[in-house]
């Protein structure tokens, strides 16, 4: 159970921990969203966090279809370096850039 900061997020879904966000300012919503869609976990409005509340998501989360979906996540996270990965997709993007700009630049009227 956190706030939804993005360093939480990610070290949480590395680890392969279920996850409940209570978000309260920033990008905590758009966070707490993203680890419900991934299926990683649940969130809760911080100022409607009750004792009920908490522990019946907490109750969910600790299910096995939630843990596997965890460990599926966290699976991910092992693969390659996370800066080569990134310099590779930059790089790509860049290329299909340029050739783009050719492919219009040689379409353009009297070239």
């Given amino acids: 159970m956190h706030h939804g900061g993005i360093g939480t997020v990610a070290r949480a879904l590395a680890a ?7 978000p309260i300012a920033y990008d905590q919503l758009d966070n707490a969203d993203r680890v419900e869609r991934l299926g990683a976990g649940e969130w809760i409005r911080a100022r ?28 991910e996270f092992g693969r390659g370096d996370g800066l080569d990965v990134a ?3 930059v790089e790509e993007f860049a290329r299909r850039s340029a050739v783009s700009t050719r492919l219009s630049a040689g379409s353009a009227p009297g070239s």
Avoid at 48 to 73: D, F, K, M, N, Y
């Fill in 16 to 22: 392969g921990t279920p996850q409940l966000v209570l």
């Fill in 48 to 75: 409607r966090a009750g004792s009920r509340r908490i522990a019946r998501a907490l109750s969910r989360l600790t299910g096995p279809a939630v843990q596997e979906r965890c460990r599926a996540l966290a699976a």
């Fill in 87 to 89: 310099a590779d997709r």
